[in-house]
């Protein structure tokens, strides 16, 4: 599957692309549905960021960005991958004490 990237610069632009594009997966109202997120740390590195989606009926996606390759994987609610882009920019880095560590 081809999907449209939208210009991000932010961590900010990148989270609404990634909720939008979970949303969009099950037919979701986005506004309705909270994503939560979680750090992926390498040592005391971070080295990416698990963003998770629980909608109705048990629903739960699942996106997955990594810092060094500077990809999103996306998986749908059987775990599977269905997605993967690779950003045209890079993203900077969050603090590490700014999201949960998983």
């Given amino acids: 599957m081809t999907k449209t990237i939208p210009t991000m610069t932010s961590l900010d632009d990148l989270r609404s692309f990634i909720h939008?594009?979970?949303?969009?997966k099950e037919n979701l109202l986005a506004?309705?549905?909270?994503?939560?997120?979680?750090?992926?740390?390498?040592?005391?590195r971070l080295c990416g960021v698990q963003f998770l989606l629980k909608g109705p009926r048990q629903i739960r996606l699942g996106a997955i960005w990594t810092a060094d390759l500077n990809r999103v994987y996306f998986y749908d609610t059987r775990g599977e991958r269905y997605l993967k882009v690779d950003l045209p920019q890079r993203i900077p880095l969050p603090e590490a004490s700014c999201l949960e560590a998983a």
């Fill in 20 to 24: 939008l594009t979970l949303c969009e």
């Fill in 31 to 44: 506004e309705q549905f909270a994503m939560k997120e979680l750090a992926l740390m390498q040592g005391e």
